[in-house]
């Protein structure tokens, strides 16, 4: 390993990362369909990938896990075996533990064998274990990989290396004993021959007793393959101080049946300096092998100090490199951009000639250049969130996973229809929207789909299904979870919050303010807590993360016959729609989505409530007024209600009334945080700029419900 | 004029490494994804005068892998003597008789020395 790879690092994970989720999408086809070459050739390639990079990056651990992977998936690809249900979840577990590692290397932290890791080596290694060779197995070349009457590994052949073994100059040092390796040696097969070489032994003034100059040659039979050798030498060996060369068995002894161009061969043969060189020309010097070794043994000092020297650097920065946030854009996207970007010089180069000699009789081309302007701008704005924007796949890759293991640990039959998922939205909300749709996704699972018995009872079919889809709908993403299940049970959400104290037995409520219920926090219908779900936390979670994001969740139903939750939420955080309103001579932004109405009441709708303070009476329901110029103390324009405007808001289903004087109107805004730059402001979210160049605060809902409670109870 | 290379590997890391390491020893380098890839950017640099000096390619590819790309090459009346390298994780001796029968000039491994690479180029260039 050498030269500066480090900036190929952040290449690599993003890589790795689309490999993962090749992997772990391919098995789940492989699941249905076992016998598809295509996908297995796409995850082998994909396994195979992670193993050959990871080491140029020093992600050993990673890349040998990936190679046990390897070595199960090469002989499925090779049709010697088909995938069975256990294999494929043995291989799923494999991928999961690969993504740890992957995780592990990304923080930078080095993980060396944990338990899951070796065991589950151990199980890759021994999974395809036959009791009797394939089929088709003879009918292949080369030595068979495996003996009927012996069962071992498929990988193992027997076969014969020749391990040239120099150890670091410090192995006493580090309590190793390299008897106790040979020994080990011995037990995996037959150790023909062991040489021992003193070439590096210095001269005897120089000798410091403490260090290690031999170095050892030996040839070994074995059935292992070869990186158990390795293992051996695992905590022995520095870096290029293990070779292990297989030579050639009597069985492996295949002969050449096409001569490569003689020119070419010739070229390679003679004179070297570089004993590797020798394996990368297919060994034509393999029968001087003995010289090739003594020149390695000339060579090797030198060359380990320079390599270990280059590969403490090479960590040293690699962990320096902190893996920034980046993400892949279309090329597309990019050009397209930068087309524009020509267009909007032009458009300004335009508008400067016309100002610099101005006439009044220029306005209509004035104002023609300011709508090219204008244009150019908004198609600019759009592009530049279009490249934040990723399709929603990327979100709801994860889900088929989790429903095949959710079904299999609740015995349920289950299949999950997604769709929609090249609909495309801002990078920050997909990543956001997973666990709330996780949340569901188990809940739809757990609760609401029935168990098999129970559905053909109710004359259903025996599978379940879950529908995942989402769409655009004006402006907005919407994200459907809809599930054939039982469907919620009025009566049992009624008295599970009469008995929570959520509501009493005298309140009326309408269907849509009974499924509500069910997103307060602790509230569970569950009559018995299983580990998927139903501990109460969850739903209140999903409305809460959906709402951060300046979304919506609505529920319908219908008992006996299933769930469909809608998640709509904004294509982008960084804009808003918001109202422009006006107290006193400041303006505020108000988001548009948290505005029901606005209404300007008459005087016996407003009255004061003892207990709970000034509020207004809308048809028949009684909210608390929030007077704006009260919380940020301002000089209002219309201190009585019925002059004022009230603009009811709601967030988390609570609704307050925010008492204005005057709406301004509706515009997009892009919120520029306030706590960044300055610091946290109690009701209000940020900041924007106006259109007419001054700044607008935008307000915090929650924030401003919160700051009228204090009010009151000050007031009180 | 410098010496130009034909990097193929379906992995942009290791391409991407693979030619950084080609470019700081002062080759150029033209990479393609696969073995059709390659094929397809070798008749395109025919047509434009511009043959690569040495190939190296990765085995395990989509679409056409390297032991097929090399196969190809040797068919290709103007490509058949440049000096084709495997760079593979594979190291076992019956892929690299697969490798050497179908006419690789040699075989190197991943993860790789760049190093040795540029040793070996330097050997094979004509």
């Known amino acids: 390993m050498n030269g500066d790879y480090s900036k190929f690092l952040q290449t690599f994970f993003e890589e790795v990362t689309e490999h993962l989720s090749v992997l772990e999408s391919g098995l789940l086809t492989l699941e249905q369909n076992p016998n598809d070459v295509e996908v297995l050739n796409r995850i082998f390639r994909s396994v195979h990938t992670i193993k050959g990079a990871g080491p140029m990056f020093g992600f050993t651990t990673m890349s040998r896990f990936a190679h046990e992977v390897e070595t199960v998936l090469d002989p499925l690809r090779n049709r010697k075996f088909s995938a069975t249900r256990e294999i494929i979840d043995l291989l799923l577990e494999s991928a999961d533990c690969l993504k740890m590692l992957v995780e592990a290397a990304k923080n930078g932290t080095v993980i060396d064998e944990n338990k899951t890791m070796l065991d589950l080596e151990a199980r890759l290694e021994t999974c395809l274990i036959i009791p009797a060779p394939a089929p088709d197995q003879k009918a292949t070349s080369g030595p068979p990989s495996t003996a009927p009457t012996a069962p071992a590994p498929v990988t193992s052949v027997h076969r014969t290396y020749q391990i040239s073994w120099i150890p670091g100059e410090d192995l006493f040092q580090r309590g190793l004993n390299p008897l106790k390796l040979f020994e080990e040696m011995g037990r995996m097969g037959t150790v023909r021959s062991c040489v021992l070489s003193a070439s590096r032994l210095p001269d005897l003034t120089e000798l410091d007793p403490q260090r290690c100059y031999l170095s050892w040659t030996c040839t070994l039979e074995t059935d292992y393959p070869r990186e158990d050798i390795e293992s051996v030498f695992e905590f022995a060996a520095t870096p290029g101080g293990l070779t292990i060369t297989s030579l050639p068995s009597s069985s492996a002894a295949a002969q050449p049946t096409q001569e490569p161009d003689p020119q070419l061969a010739h070229s390679v043969i003679d004179e070297e300096d570089d004993p590797r060189l020798a394996e990368v020309f297919f060994g034509q010097r393999s029968d001087s092998l003995g010289v090739i070794l003594v020149e390695q043994r000339a060579v090797t000092p030198a060359q380990l100090v320079k390599a270990l020297d280059r590969q403490e650097t090479l960590r040293a920065k690699a962990k320096e490199q902190k893996v920034e946030a980046s993400m892949r854009v279309d090329t597309e996207k990019v050009d397209k951009l930068v087309n524009l970007v020509g267009e909007l010089a032009i458009t300004q180069s335009m508008l400067s000639a016309l100002g610099g000699r101005f006439e009044i009789e220029h306005l209509p081309i004035l104002q023609e250049r300011l709508l090219q302007l204008e244009r150019n701008t908004r198609e600019i704005q759009e592009r530049v969130m279009g490249i934040r924007m990723l399709p929603i796949s990327t979100a709801f890759s994860r889900f088929p996973r989790l429903v095949r293991d959710l079904s299999a640990k609740m015995k349920k039959k289950i299949q999950l229809v997604i769709s929609g998922e090249e609909t495309e939205l801002d990078k920050t909300v997909i990543e956001a929207i997973g666990d709330p749709l996780t949340h569901l996704l188990r809940n739809a699972c757990d609760h609401a789909l029935e168990p098999p018995e129970e559905r053909v009872v109710a004359g259903k079919p025996e599978q379940g299904t879950i529908r995942l889809n989402a769409f655009h709908e004006g402006g907005k993403i919407c994200i459907t979870v809809e599930d054939d299940g039982r469907g919620l049970n009025r009566d049992k959400i009624l008295a599970k919050a009469i008995k929570q104290r959520i509501i009493t037995g005298n309140d009326i409520l309408s269907d849509d303010q009974v499924w509500a219920l069910i997103f307060r926090p602790g509230f569970t219908t569950a009559e018995e807590l299983t580990d998927v779900s139903g501990r109460g936390v969850g739903m209140d979670i999903v409305k809460r993360n959906v709402e951060e994001l300046g979304g919506l969740v609505s529920i319908k139903t219908v008992t006996g016959r299933g769930t469909t939750f809608t998640l709509s939420l904004p294509l982008t955080l960084a804009i808003i729609e918001g109202m422009t309103i006006r107290v006193g001579q400041d303006k505020y932004i108000v988001p548009l989505l948290s505005i029901l109405e606005s209404i300007q009441p008459k005087a016996d709708m407003v009255k004061t409530l003892i207990g709970k303070g000034e509020g207004v009476n809308i048809r028949g329901v009684f909210y608390p007024i929030v007077r704006l110029h009260e919380v940020f103390d301002l000089q209002p324009e219309h201190k009585n209600p019925e002059e004022a405007i009230l603009l009811v808001l709601e967030v988390e289903g609570e609704r307050v009334v925010v008492m204005v004087d005057e709406i301004l109107g509706q515009q997009q805004v892009v919120i520029k945080s306030i706590e960044e730059n300055f610091r946290k402001v109690d009701g209000v979210a940020g900041a924007t700029i106006l259109g007419d160049g001054t700044v607008g605060l935008i307000l915090d809902v929650r924030g401003l419900m919160k700051l009228a409670r204090q009010e009151q109870s000050i007031a009180v | ?126």
Do not use: C
């Not at chain 2, 992995?11 to 080609?22: F, K, N, Y």
């Not at chain 2, 490798?99 to 330097?122: H, N």
């Open chain 2, 1 to 126: 004029m410098s010496r130009v290379i034909l990097v193929v590997d379906d992995s942009p890391t290791m391409r991407g490494m693979v030619s950084h390491a080609l470019n700081e020893a002062g080759f150029e380098t033209t990479e393609a994804e696969n073995g059709k890839d390659a094929l397809i950017k070798l008749t395109t640099m025919e047509v434009g005068g511009a043959k690569p000096d040495v190939i190296v390619t990765d085995i395990n590819m989509p679409e056409m892998d390297g032991i097929e790309l090399v196969r190809e090459i040797r068919k290709l009346s103007a490509f058949k003597h440049v000096p084709v390298l495997v760079l593979t994780t594979d190291n076992t001796d019956e892929k690299k008789e697969v490798g050497r029968a179908a006419g690789a000039t040699g075989w190197l491994v991943k993860p790789f020395d760049s190093e040795l690479i540029l040793k070996v180029i330097r050997k094979v260039l004509p």
